[in-house]
């Protein structure tokens, strides 16, 4: 297995057929040194991975804390049928898996791509 991580510095135009893409170039407005990410990016993720090796539990909880629209009620739609439903992000399961309540208590678990939000 191959794991790959990928991050669009300087980038200004992309396929029309990625959605949503975004670089830090566009986000922040200027380019960016390549070298200073890069080494930066290495600094953030050893340190994220000492403190996954530590305190796993308080690297969720910080995951948690910056996920969007996190302990909010949304209005999400099921890509698989288009159905719209309404729920709160309570979390994330083990297996990685988003965890939303509806507004009947019923809790429901999500694969990546399985939902998105709407307005």
Do not use: M
């Not at 029309?16 to 930066?40: C, K, Y």
């Not at 209005?75 to 719209?84: E, H, I, Q, S, Y």
């Not at 439903?85 to 979390?91: C, S």
Request: proline fraction near 6%; aromatic fraction near 10%.
């Amino acid at each position: 297995s191959v794991i790959g991580l990928g991050l669009n510095v300087n980038e200004t135009s992309f396929p029309a057929t990625l959605p949503n893409p975004i670089s830090l170039r566009r986000h922040l407005g200027d380019p960016l040194p390549l070298a200073e990410v890069r080494d930066l990016f290495f600094v953030r993720l050893e340190q994220r991975y000492r403190q996954l090796q530590a305190n796993p539990s308080q690297l969720a909880q910080d995951y948690l804390n910056r996920l969007y629209r996190y302990g909010e009620n949304a209005t999400f739609l099921r890509t698989a049928d288009g159905a719209r439903f309404t729920g709160r992000i309570e979390g994330i399961s083990a297996e990685g898996r988003l965890i939303i309540t509806h507004p009947n208590g019923q809790a429901e678990h999500f694969d990546l791509k399985a939902i998105q939000f709407t307005s």
